[in-house]
């Protein structure tokens, strides 16, 4: 069961409330000495043995990657100070035995700083770094710095054979989760009517926007807002007409929009994958908006209930134990594992406003999934999971009121005011992103990878390693093979082809006419009709995949 934070405020009150009721010398059995301050201490004791249990070489069957948006190491501090009390824990992110470091900055694209370091990167280089395992520049989605799209994790996962899926409480076309399923120079490209898509654009001979590539990575799992994106009309391409909505579900998806509707899917695959969009932008927030303003911080205030926040079944929690519950095995109960990428994203959105509240419970909102990832890696126990964020932000906790810039005061838990400036905008501006490293925490095989400092792009090698995946994609359909069949004139006739792992659609050529499809677990399915007999007697059959470039052919018979 998850640690609240209404149970954490009355037991930290009690025990702050009584003072230091405590304090003596200990020696330890390794002859390490300390101060036992009721209430302040956090060491319990020598640590050796327990960091040494916590060192668990891989593989691991499944990762869990869980991201604070904008949670920098003040963000983090701030939830803690409020909802646990300075000398109390965050009961998820704080109990990951495993914490290191790592540099999260992007490079320049143009001009004479091309390829140098860009200290304060965005969340779509961030993402791009772990999800690629390279740099990039700020506003790109996965593509390289001459805007080459790259093999993202989950990818590169569901090529191996993984179930693979990709939660957030933003709009699913967002950078953060867009990163493990699209390739785009903007990162605004979100669906057909996005101006910003240029050659990306599917009437522009592009990949498409990120709603369209996300239908076409196929993850098994799709979680989040972004409803409206999916609402636009596809203006090029197979479903030329439609929307992506009715693409979506023609190509096989499970589409739902609410509590209810998830709560009935006991099944998710690549037969059927999962789109879940409950919201048309990003979900609200738990807390209500507590907007900093000059000299702020004067009067103490404390966070409130969003009445506008979504139904309990649509908490990052319980996304993120639906998404584990539909990927941890194939129906057979059975399968070769999953990666799961979950973001909470409103921490940054909240701090880009000047708003503690907001994004104290959005990490709060963070710091309960992590709770449900971890519950089930440790019953698991073949499962790694990591912890960390996209790059810093702006909140501070500081001394006292700052005389020009932005401010709030909050009464935590203590009983004692915090008070936290935000001094990189001015009202009704945007606060900034900071070039601060940022806290990495690991439970399981393979997190002793990322204690130290290490850079953002360590982690795909730190997963992908962990996962034992084959990054030659290309390699996996190397076997790739079509069925030869005979038909009657006029018939129907089913071209199946097996060996496309490497693929996540394939066009195939009957005769003159051609079709691209989805790859389902590696094979291909798709129907064309048989020419006229006294015409054509042998139809060749070509089946080229997109992502590989693999080829296979065949040839089919046609008789009277």
């Not at 327990?50 to 604070?68: R, T």
């Not at 590169?156 to 989760?177: F, H, M, W, Y």
């Not at 994004?359 to 999971?385: H, R």
Request: hydrophobic share 35%; charged share 20%; glycine share 12%.
């Amino acid at each position: 069961m998850s640690s609240t934070p209404t149970k954490s405020r009355a037991r930290a009150l009690a025990m702050i409330g009584g003072g230091v009721l405590v304090a003596a010398t200990l020696v330890s059995t390794g002859a390490v000495a300390s101060t036992i301050a009721s209430g302040w201490h956090r060491l319990d004791g020598d640590k050796t043995n327990d960091v040494k249990q916590a060192i668990v070489s891989g593989p691991a069957k499944n990762v869990i990657l869980l991201i604070g948006d904008g949670m920098g190491d003040s963000e983090i501090t701030v939830a803690r100070n409020y909802a646990y009390g300075a000398a109390g824990e965050l009961p998820g992110i704080d109990a990951l035995p495993l914490t290191g470091s790592y540099t999260t900055y992007s490079i320049y694209k143009d001009g004479p700083q091309r390829g140098l370091p860009d200290y304060v990167p965005d969340s779509a280089a961030t993402g791009t770094a772990w999800a690629t395992g390279s740099k990039t520049y700020d506003n790109a989605i996965s593509v390289d710095i001459d805007g080459k799209p790259m093999p993202t994790l989950l990818e590169i996962a569901k090529a191996n054979g993984l179930r693979t899926g990709d939660v957030s409480t933003a709009e699913i076309q967002d950078a953060t989760p867009a990163v493990e399923v699209a390739h785009v120079d903007a990162r605004s490209c979100y669906g057909p009517d996005s101006t910003t898509c240029g050659d990306d654009a599917l009437v522009a001979g592009g990949l498409g926007s990120i709603s369209e590539q996300l239908l076409d990575a196929r993850p098994d799992v799709v979680l989040g807002g972004g409803l409206a994106s999916f609402q636009q009309t596809a203006k090029a391409g197979a479903w030329n007409g439609q929307t992506l909505l009715d693409q979506a579900t023609d190509r096989g998806y499970q589409v739902v929009t609410d509590a209810a509707g998830l709560a009935a899917v006991s099944a998710a695959n690549q037969s059927k994958p999962l789109l879940g969009l409950f919201t048309p932008g990003n979900f609200p927030t738990r807390y209500n908006p507590t907007t900093a303003t000059v000299g702020g911080a004067d009067s103490p205030t404390t966070c409130t209930e969003n009445p506008s926040r979504l139904d309990s079944g649509l908490s990052l929690a319980s996304l993120t134990n639906k998404a584990i519950d539909l990927l941890k095995s194939d129906s057979n109960g059975k399968g070769k594992g999953f990666f799961l990428q979950v973001e909470c994203a409103s921490i940054d959105k909240r701090d880009h406003s000047a708003d503690a509240c907001g994004q104290i419970g959005e990490t709060i909102d963070l710091d309960e999934a992590v709770q449900a990832a971890l519950a089930f890696a440790k019953a698991d126990g073949n499962t790694l999971v990591l912890v960390t964020a996209d790059h810093a932000h702006t909140s501070q906790i500081v001394d006292s009121t700052p005389p020009t810039s932005l401010s709030t005061a909050l009464t935590t838990v203590d009983g004692s005011v915090m008070k936290v400036s935000y001094g990189t905008a001015a009202a009704g501006g945007s606060q900034q992103h900071t070039g601060s490293q940022v806290r990495i925490a690991g439970y399981g095989p393979g997190a002793a990878n990322i204690v130290g400092l290490t850079d953002q792009t360590d982690t795909f090698s730190t997963i992908s390693g962990t996962l034992g995946l084959k990054l030659d994609t290309a390699s996996l359909s190397k076997g790739a093979k079509l069925k030869p069949g005979i038909s009657g004139s006029g018939d129907t006739v089913t071209i199946s082809g097996t060996g496309f792992a490497g693929d996540r659609q394939v066009t195939v050529a009957f005769g003159g006419e051609k079709k691209r499809v989805d790859v389902i677990d590696g094979t291909i399915s798709a129907t064309f009709t048989a020419p006229d007999a006294k015409l054509v007697k042998v139809v060749d059959v070509t089946a080229k995949g997109v992502q590989s470039g693999a080829v296979a052919t065949t040839v089919y018979a046609v008789h009277k």
